[in-house]
């Protein structure tokens, strides 16, 4: 089993920053690739970035050149910076955990106020 905790939403201006953290625990080495993910009212669930235990990152092109993920496997931890927040990035954040199965966290809210 895998528990994951999101952390560091809020509310914030547009152009302003936040940094995300999301921490794994429990049965820690079976994770892989590890994913944020946004769910704002109206819209379907949407991939945001994706780290692999390697480092490999993927972003979607909405937010790219704006967020930065990283990974830090000794602390099971993954990071989204987002800078130059946009009120079209108000969502709650999800962080998602991959192994033989998936592992979800119960989201943040970030709120961006134009």
């Known amino acids: 089993q895998v528990r994951i905790v999101e952390s560091g939403g809020g509310l914030v201006h547009a152009g302003g920053s936040l940094r995300l953290s999301c921490v794994a625990s429990g049965s820690t080495f079976s994770i892989g690739h590890m994913e944020w993910y946004r769910h704002a009212p109206g819209n379907q669930r949407e991939l945001v970035a994706g780290?692999?235990?390697?480092?490999?990152?993927n972003y979607a092109d909405s937010v790219k050149g704006r967020f930065t993920v990283s990974r830090d496997n000794a602390k099971n931890t993954i990071y989204q910076q987002m800078n130059s927040l946009k009120p079209e990035d108000t969502a709650v954040y999800f962080c998602r955990a991959q192994t033989w199965t998936d592992y979800w966290g119960q989201g943040t809210q970030v709120t961006v106020s134009s």
């Open positions: 780290i692999s235990r390697g480092g490999r990152i």
